[in-house]
């Protein structure tokens, strides 16, 4: 049971746009920032979002990312089928003293 | 270009003993913290543990705490962790990771990764 929680899987259609959420606490993503990560299959995880909202040098800019709250949602406009991949939310808890993952979501774009 | 790159993973028996090694380059080391996370086959991303840039502070989740051991050597450009009482729920593939290195002191976020080395607790 991870401490974020995120929905197991999302689908959309090519050229859509989606959204994934992820869900904590005051004691993580409540007072703390939030990053998101994308896996594509079999690869390393690669920094998509930090800071609630930033991307780094080289992310395009349909992904976006918001807080709002203990919850905070990863957006991804103009769907691709090179999009399909694991995204994990992530954040610093401050009751465990942790780095928190949620359990990944699985997008499939049909 | 930033390369990281584990290894010395493999199988190992319940109870024994592994040491992994992260080869930095592309960027100056010894600037950077850094961390390994780990992902069990199937499953999701788990925060193993953290150094500062100097090797100074130190922190580790508690799955691991008093069995594995971080550390850095920035003269060789190498991060390592060494893994004791081996659990075959230690099973996963281990990344290092450098952090966004904001001077927390603890893991902010996850920057660039390796590739991972495959760690398999069985008898």
């Known amino acids: 049971q991870s401490v974020l929680t995120q929905p197991p899987s999302v689908s959309a259609a090519p050229g859509q746009k989606v959204t994934i959420s992820c869900s904590g606490s005051s004691s993580n993503i409540g007072n703390n920032y939030v990053s998101w990560y994308q896996q594509l299959p079999g690869t390393a995880p690669k920094l998509l979002i930090y800071d609630n909202n930033k991307r780094p040098s080289g992310i395009p800019d349909r992904f976006s990312g918001s807080k709002s709250g203990t919850s905070a949602t990863l957006g991804i406009t103009g769907l691709q089928t090179g999009d399909e991949a694991d995204y994990y939310c992530g954040t610093w808890d401050s009751s465990l003293s942790a780095l928190v993952f949620g359990g990944g979501t699985k997008l499939t774009v049909l | 270009e930033v390369q990281l790159v584990e290894s010395g993973g493999g199988l190992v028996q319940p109870g024994g003993s592994l040491r992994l090694s992260c080869a930095a380059s592309g960027f100056t080391f010894s600037s950077y913290e850094m961390n390994w996370v780990r992902q069990a086959p199937g499953k999701g991303l788990e925060w193993v543990s953290y150094i500062s840039s100097s090797g100074s502070s130190i922190k580790n989740a508690d799955s691991v705490k008093g069995r594995f051991t971080i550390s850095r050597d920035n003269a060789k450009n190498s991060l390592y962790l060494q893994m004791n009482s081996l659990r075959a729920e230690d099973t996963a593939v281990y990344y290092c990771?450098?952090?966004?290195?904001?001077?927390?002191?603890?893991?902010?976020?996850?920057?660039?990764w390796g590739q991972g080395t495959l760690v398999t607790v069985s008898s």
């Open positions: 990771a450098t952090d966004g290195s904001y001077g927390y002191l603890r893991p902010y976020f996850f920057h660039y």
